[in-house]
């Protein structure tokens, strides 16, 4: 299993400066922030599936399709219970069945999707290394960016172990299809301690490897890669910008909201 | 005391490259000191040898050399550690990191980029080097270790070898005065070590000074000394010769007694062999008639044959199997395979081969692509694993996956727990298997706090409870020492000799050749052998196309036309003709 997303695919948007790569997923964070509206997160979704296109990152997008799905669908379902407003489709107990509670049930599923969208985009075209550089031009500390950039390498890392350990579980007999809902999470608790553990031993060995190699010298280290700035980055920059403010409208202007119905 | 130390400090050889003086460390929670007193020194360019059983302080020497102790771990550190002229202790440990490069066994926890170049400049950048110098070291550092032309290359993607070797390259960029090298093959196939070792001799005929912590006595024997340590003191520091034959004490210290030495000893004739021709010569030298014994068809002193088959259905029967993880990665293809009742068997191959691909099928975690995977007759497809984790138990290799309750006890009663047996009879089950492994007085204990050997011997208890039919053991003795090898073998073929049925992948040559009885190889996901132990050894063109070497006595063996698999076996077979 590949434990890191990055593709090394050299196109304009690998090559673009790591501060603009840092931005553009903050960007797309703040876009997806201000708007609940399906149809308003409609452009910037279209617009990562046209990134994803252009950068060869769909075997990423495909590798999490479940994700996505599990997402928009579970988060739909879930608002039914919990969004009241509207008049009611069908006459239902608990679940309230509204043209109001569906939009806004899919507009927050398709939201968190984009924001896993952005993540996986962003992490398919960034190598960590240019994460921390990122970060560091923007002011974040070398050793806080670093940490940060090494934890996105780290999280497939514990998933991957995370599997195994419910393997090992499972071959003491210990069922995890066993039961409800509420049943099969609980049932996933004991899987807790050994990865906990295990994240522990594996952090507290990287920690030390780190050290032995200079971690922490200096507050900014050198780099073996220059990253100039060029022409692509200052339109990228503009198009973000644009993005940006075009979302931030959308928001004051009220486009982004839902109307109950 | 501390002019003291710094007196015998300032009359250090001026070609020291290392200097150790009354080192005593205690961990913060322990309540014992790790190392007592401790003194050496390395002249510039030596290589030693750091042996003993674990806890006897190795890895806390180790990380003493760098500042890892006392700094990273805190405790109570008393002493002088000097790099040439320089005292370590003026330093942090980055600063320590251009001094002494550290080389750590979890190679997957050294890396931390996304190329290999980035992983070489990584130790660079962070002392700050120009950009143009970094570039200059790169290319040296990589064709150092054999990496040259993979500067673009994921590390991830690398073999074990190869990622341990990336990791030396990390270091050597530095330049560092000393390298110190943390067990770094426990962790690699036959092929990794080999690639490591011979890096070893390589940086050690450059003039590297090198410090080696290894459990494998046979790759040192080249080594300038060996330091062996007993309970944070030295007790040797002598070329390998006289460290190596010293049986009494690598005994008490818990490390391998080196085969040929042990077959010179039972011969009479004694004394120190680092080569299976050297021992040879030896030989031949005190029983001349040897000499004319040719190595060709060669006689196999066979182990007690495999059980002969009951008649009944075999426990496990695979048949064309094949499994990919993904479009590209074939992991096995069309393997077929018998396990019988009470079969030894030992599977080996390289990493990634496809070994643990198979067992997991066997164990019903992966479905085949093609093929099926019979259990006892039932075709293994319609079974769950948790369904039949009473007929067939796995151990995995790293023992932390499986533990997950707050003792030894309750680690142990998880599995009949969930099967619904009575408290009576969880309390037996349990009483029983920590008997059998030797950890019943742990009973109450955080199986946490115990040493990776007591946790693997848990691991195997909790599985055991079950009273499974087939016991399969991925690298049941990785990260062992050798006194905690051999018991955790001895509770295996215990457990053989008591009718279970054992299926250990593994690594290890000797492993196999004193204990299995039947070896299956794969390569790149097909079967090349399924045969004895003793077939398997005399097929020399085999063994060199899947990088897996006999033991140094079953080589040696090979020389007089015999086949034999412990040093025992070859001594009588040669007092027998002499």
Not at chain 2, 518 to 542: M, P, S
Request: proline share 5%; aromatic share 8%.
């Amino acid at each position: 299993m590949a434990i890191q997303l990055y593709l090394d695919r050299g196109t304009f948007v690998h090559r673009l400066h790591p501060t603009v790569k840092v931005i553009a997923l903050f960007v797309m964070f703040w876009s997806v922030y201000w708007v609940d509206n399906p149809i308003a997160l409609l452009p910037i979704g279209i617009f990562m599936l046209w990134v994803a296109q252009l950068t060869g990152s769909w075997r990423n997008f495909y590798r999490y399709r479940w994700y996505f799905i599990i997402l928009v669908f579970t988060t739909t379902i879930v608002w039914l219970f919990f969004y009241r407003q509207g008049t009611p489709l069908i006459n239902l107990p608990f679940v309230h069945v509204s043209r109001g509670s569906l939009v806004y049930g899919l507009g927050r599923g398709i939201k968190l999707a984009e924001l896993l969208g952005a993540s996986v985009l962003f992490l398919s075209t960034t190598r960590v290394e240019e994460f921390t550089v990122g970060l560091a031009k923007l002011g974040v500390s070398y050793r806080v960016g670093f940490a940060i950039s090494l934890a996105f390498r780290l999280v497939p890392l514990f998933i991957d172990s995370a599997m195994t350990i419910v393997d090992a579980q499972k071959l003491r007999g210990y069922d995890f299809e066993k039961g409800g809902l509420f049943e099969r999470m609980r049932r996933y608790v004991t899987v807790v301690i050994p990865v906990f553990m295990s994240a522990l031993r594996r952090a507290n060995n990287m920690a030390m490897a780190l050290e032995a190699r200079g971690f922490g010298l200096r507050n900014n280290p050198t780099t073996l890669i220059e990253y100039p700035v060029m022409p692509a980055d200052v339109v990228a920059g503009l198009t973000l910008f644009a993005i940006a403010t075009g979302y931030f409208l959308i928001y004051y202007t009220g486009y982004g909201a839902i109307t109950p119905g | 005391m501390k002019t003291e130390l710094q007196s015998a400090i300032a009359g250090t050889p001026a070609d020291t490259a290392l200097s150790v003086r009354d080192v005593t460390y205690t961990y913060p929670s322990e309540p014992g000191p790790a190392l007592r007193a401790l003194s050496l020194d390395q002249a510039h360019g030596e290589m030693i040898a750091i042996m003993g059983a674990s806890g006897a302080g190795k890895s806390t020497l180790a990380k003493c050399l760098n500042r890892l102790v006392p700094e990273f771990e805190g405790g109570d550190f008393r002493g002088i550690v000097m790099i040439g002229k320089s005292r370590l202790d003026a330093m942090r440990i980055c600063e320590a990191a251009a001094e002494v490069g550290m080389v750590f066994q979890d190679f997957e926890a050294q890396l931390f980029s996304t190329s290999v170049e980035l992983e070489v400049a990584f130790a660079m950048e962070q002392v700050g080097m120009a950009r143009g110098e970094m570039q200059a070291r790169l290319r040296p550092a990589l064709e150092a270790v054999g990496l040259a032309g993979f500067e673009h290359r994921d590390p991830t993607s690398l073999s074990g070898g190869e990622k341990q070797r990336l990791a030396i390259a990390s270091v050597l960029a530095l330049r560092p005065s000393i390298i110190v090298l943390d067990e770094p093959t426990t962790d690699l196939d036959p092929e990794g070590k080999a690639e490591v070792f011979a890096l070893i001799a390589k940086l050690r005929e450059q003039g590297f000074s090198l410090v080696v912590i290894e459990h494998e006595s046979e790759e040192l024997m080249r080594a300038d000394r060996i330091i062996l340590l007993h309970d944070g003191t030295i007790v040797a520091d002598a070329p390998p010769a006289e460290v190596m034959t010293n049986f009494d004490l690598l005994e008490e210290c818990g490390v391998h007694v080196p085969g040929l030495n042990r077959v010179l000893h039972l011969l009479g004739i004694g004394g120190h062999a680092d080569s299976v021709d050297q021992a040879y010569e030896a030989i031949v030298r005190t029983f001349p008639r040897l000499r004319t014994f040719s190595p060709a068809s060669p006689t196999a002193l066979s182990k007690d044959p495999d059980p002969a088959g009951s008649g009944e259905p075999p426990l496990v029967e695979v048949t064309g199997l094949s499994f990919s993880y993904s479009e590209n990665v074939h992991a096995l293809k069309g393997i077929d395979l018998r396990i019988e009742r009470g079969d030894f068997l030992a599977i080996v191959g390289q990493n990634g081969s496809g070994k643990t691909t198979l067992a997991k099928h066997i164990v019903g975690l992966l479905k085949p692509n093609e093929g099926r995977v019979m259990l006892e007759g039932r075709d293994r497809a319609s079974l769950r694993a948790a369904e039949t984790a009473r007929e067939v138990a796995y151990v995995f290799q790293n023992p932390d996956h499986q533990i997950s309750a707050a003792t030894v006890w309750d680690e142990v009663a998880f599995g009949p727990r969930n099967f619904g047996f009575d408290k009576r009879e969880i309390e037996r089950r349990c009483a029983e298997v920590l008997e059998a492994v030797g950890l019943l007085d742990a009973r109450d204990k955080d199986p946490f706090l115990l040493s990776k050997g007591e946790r693997q011997r848990v691991a195997v208890a909790s599985v055991l409870a079950l009273r499974p039919r087939l016991l399969i053991l991925d690298e049941p003795t990785t990260g062992l020492d050798h006194r905690e090898q051999r018991r955790m073998m001895a509770l295996v073929e215990d457990l053989n000799r008591s009718g279970i049925a054992i299926v250990m992948i593994t690594h290890t040559p000797w492993l196999v050749a004193e204990y299995a009885r039947r070896v299956v190889l794969i390569r790149k996901g097909r079967k090349l052998f399924d045969g004895t132990v003793a077939e398997f050894f005399a097929q020399d063109d085999l063994l060199a196309h899947s990088s897996f070497r006999a033991p140094e006595v079953t080589r040696l063996s090979r020389r007089f036309g015999a086949l034999a698999l412990t040093p025992q076996a070859l001594a009588d077979w040669i007092k027998e003709r002499a």
